[in-house]
Structures are given as structure tokens and as C-alpha cells.
């Protein structure tokens, strides 16, 4: 079998696997949405490839600040789907003791910051991170991704004239899929995004976000710039929201989709079809790495569906470090002890 690029066949097929897992489990998780078992979603759908390419680059020690959309991430960095559902279902195995909207996610085995509502607002919270990497002495880098909508909010500009200033190792990846919501990149911004962090002295890149090997090797590049202490780097990966921007988004509304799932452009079908041209896998693989992706999230959902929601008495948890005498009396409420 013969190898793309530097990459060997099971990099390359774990990397096809994580990403036909992320796209099976936004459609499971829209479909529950219309179902009124989950909340609400953002779907990652079309945006798969750089978010593994990311997954594929990173280190343990490094420290990634994900923004909402970010499911492939998730799944090539190793977080179980099982974990993923406790915090969309929010169950009482959900870390955040399903206190938090679906898909704001706090992954911190595996390195992940909260996800932030406020758009652009964790980008300065990275910097910040970076420089306590620094005073700490601690190994690793810190990644933080975000959509082009963010790159016009004041916290973008002050996190990069902040990152730069201190030399910072922070690498910002746009995720730039041509939409904020129903607002195209065009009516957002008049620069090239990439070319936003020269105002601060920072090195930036375009990469097609929509093919894992040119993201891989426009990533390497930068990956090995902040990794060596040269400071901050910017990469805009171009790629293609092909879903709504959220469950409670309805495009038809305001675009005709450039990109639809399955078809010869989704970002998908183009590996599965470099493989295939490759002669990394046959027809027979793809058609069971879905069925397999199919059955293992079927079968998740319905696992962790069968969890109980938290305990009401939780709610008092992780507020204050002494309970407060109110606190005490809501509890007396809420235990009938009163
Ligand atoms: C400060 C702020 N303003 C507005 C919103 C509402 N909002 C949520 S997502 C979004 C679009 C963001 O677009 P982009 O950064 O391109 O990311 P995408 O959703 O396209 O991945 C907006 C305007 C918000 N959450 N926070
Ligand atoms: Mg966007």
C-alpha cells in the first residue's frame, strides 16, 4: 500500500476514521436536536480537515483553546464520544455538571480549555495561558482556534499585539469557513485574514483547510515556528461551513450551500478519494468505516442516554469554597429539611 506524503497508512486511515466519526456524530446530534433530546448544536460539518490536521500536529503537553465547532478536534486528540455525549445530554457524568450550554466543552485530560459563548473572547485567555506557560517553565505550546467572524472583535487584535509583544508560543488558527452565521467573510472584514497578525509582526499563512495534506504541511510550518520560541504564528485555513451555522439556524434563508455533504467538493469525499487513488483502502473500507462509525455512536448515545441527570443537591457545588448561609437555606429547600 502505497503512503501519502510523509504520512504512514495509519495516520492516514485514523485520520479518515475521525473525521467520518465527527460528521456521523453532527448528523446523530442534529437529529436528536429535532428530537428534543439535546439542546442545541453547532455543527463542525465541512470543517473536519483542519481541526484533525490540528489534532495530528499537537502534543500532549500543549494546551488547545477550541471554539465551539470544533468536533474533529475532539475526536483525533482522543477525547471518547462517550464524553461527548455526557456534556451535550448533560448527564450526571458530565464534568461540568450539566450547568453548561451543549457543546461548551472542558476537556481538561487531554489539554483542552473551556469553550467560550462570547466570540473571540478566550483568544486573550490563551495569550494569557502562553505567558504562564513561560513564567511556569512548562513544556508545550498553546493552539487556539476561532472563525473568521472573531478576527473582527477587538479581543483578536488586543490577543495578538499582546502575543507578540511578549514573544509569545501561541498559534492561531482561523477557521475560516466563509460565513458568521449569515454574515458572509466579505461583509465582515476587507482583508485577507492571514495577513491581519503583520500589523502586530506576526508571520501568517493561507492554507486549504478543506484537504488534510496541504493543512498538515502549511500547520508543520507554523507548528515548528512556535514551537522553536520565535514567537506567535497566524494560519487562515480556508474551508466551508456545509451545515447550518446552528441548530437554530435555518441557511436556506441567506445562501445557496457552495459545498453539500457527499458530494465530489466535501472535504471528505476528497480524501476518500485520495485514498482510494492511492490505493490505501478500497471501496469495501470506506463503506465499513461508516457502518462501524455508525454503530459505535448509535450505540454510545443510547449507553449514555441511560445516565441519570446530576443530583439537584450539585447545584451548590464548585460555587463558593465556604457555603454561604443562603446557600445552606436553598439546600434546606431543596432537601425538604425545612
Ligand atoms: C461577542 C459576541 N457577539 C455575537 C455573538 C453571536 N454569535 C455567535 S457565533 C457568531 C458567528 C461567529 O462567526 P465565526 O467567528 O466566523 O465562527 P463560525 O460560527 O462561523 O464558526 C455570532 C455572531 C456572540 N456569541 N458573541
Ligand atoms: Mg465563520
Known amino acids: 500500500?502505497?503512503?501519502?506524503?510523509?504520512?504512514?497508512?495509519?495516520?492516514?486511515?485514523?485520520?479518515?476514521?475521525?473525521?467520518?466519526?465527527?460528521?456521523?456524530?453532527?448528523?446523530?446530534?442534529?437529529?436528536a436536536q429535532r428530537q428534543g433530546i439535546i439542546g442545541f448544536h453547532v455543527p463542525a460539518e465541512g470543517q473536519e480537515m483542519i481541526q484533525i490536521a490540528i489534532g495530528m500536529l499537537a502534543e500532549k503537553d500543549d494546551l488547545i483553546f477550541s471554539y465551539y465547532r470544533d468536533l474533529a478536534l475532539y475526536l483525533q486528540r482522543g477525547v471518547p464520544i462517550s464524553l461527548i455525549f455526557d456534556q451535550m445530554l448533560a448527564n450526571g457524568n458530565?464534568?461540568?455538571?450539566?450547568?453548561?450550554?451543549?457543546?461548551?466543552?472542558?476537556?481538561k485530560e487531554f489539554n483542552f480549555s473551556t469553550v467560550q459563548s462570547p466570540v473571540g473572547s478566550h483568544l486573550p485567555l490563551s495569550v494569557g495561558a502562553?505567558?504562564?506557560?513561560?513564567?511556569?517553565?512548562?513544556?508545550?505550546?498553546?493552539?487556539?482556534?476561532?472563525g473568521d467572524?472573531?478576527?473582527?472583535?477587538?479581543?483578536?487584535?488586543?490577543?495578538l499585539n499582546l502575543a507578540s509583544v511578549f514573544n509569545l508560543s501561541v498559534l492561531f488558527v482561523c477557521e475560516n469557513n466563509g460565513w458568521a452565521i449569515s454574515v458572509p467573510t466579505?461583509?465582515?472584514?476587507?482583508?485577507?485574514?492571514?495577513?491581519?497578525?503583520?500589523?502586530?509582526?506576526?508571520?501568517?499563512?493561507?492554507?486549504?483547510?478543506n484537504d488534510l495534506i496541504a493543512s498538515l504541511a502549511g500547520l508543520q510550518e507554523a507548528f515548528d515556528y512556535v514551537r522553536s520560541g520565535k514567537g506567535p504564528y497566524l494560519v487562515e485555513a480556508v474551508t466551508y461551513r456545509i451545515g447550518p451555522h446552528s441548530t437554530s439556524d435555518d441557511p436556506k434563508?441567506?445562501?445557496?450551500?457552495?459545498?453539500?455533504?457527499?458530494?465530489?467538493?466535501?472535504?471528505?469525499?476528497?480524501?476518500?478519494?485520495?485514498?482510494?487513488?492511492?490505493g490505501v483502502v478500497d471501496l469495501n473500507f470506506i463503506q465499513?468505516?461508516?457502518?462501524?462509525?455508525?454503530?459505535?455512536?448509535?450505540?454510545?448515545?443510547?449507553?449514555?442516554?441511560?445516565?441519570?441527570?446530576?443530583?439537584?443537591?450539585?447545584i451548590f457545588d464548585d460555587v463558593y469554597e465556604e457555603p454561604s448561609w443562603i446557600q445552606e437555606e436553598e439546600r434546606r429547600d431543596i432537601d425538604g429539611s425545612d
Do not use: C, W
Open 1 to 31: 500500500m502505497a503512503a501519502l506524503g510523509n504520512l504512514s497508512n495509519d495516520q492516514i486511515v485514523t485520520a479518515y476514521r475521525n473525521a467520518v466519526r465527527a460528521r456521523t456524530l453532527d448528523l446523530k446530534i442534529i437529529n
Open 149 to 159: 467572524g472573531a478576527t473582527s472583535t477587538s479581543d483578536f487584535h488586543a490577543a
Open 186 to 209: 466579505n461583509r465582515q472584514t476587507k482583508a485577507d485574514i492571514y495577513k491581519k497578525g503583520a500589523a502586530y509582526g506576526i508571520p501568517g499563512k493561507r492554507v486549504d483547510g
Open 94 to 107: 458530565d464534568f461540568q455538571k450539566g450547568r453548561q450550554m451543549p457543546d461548551h466543552f472542558s476537556f
Open 130 to 146: 502562553a505567558y504562564s506557560f513561560r513564567y511556569n517553565k512548562k513544556k508545550g505550546i498553546v493552539i487556539v482556534t476561532f
Open 288 to 314: 465499513s468505516a461508516k457502518a462501524q462509525a455508525k454503530e459505535e455512536i448509535d450505540r454510545t448515545m443510547e449507553e449514555r442516554m441511560s445516565i441519570p441527570a446530576p443530583d439537584p443537591s450539585t
Open 253 to 278: 434563508k441567506y445562501r445557496v450551500d457552495e459545498i453539500t455533504d457527499g458530494s465530489e467538493n466535501d472535504p471528505i469525499k476528497r480524501l476518500e478519494n485520495l485514498m482510494l487513488k492511492m
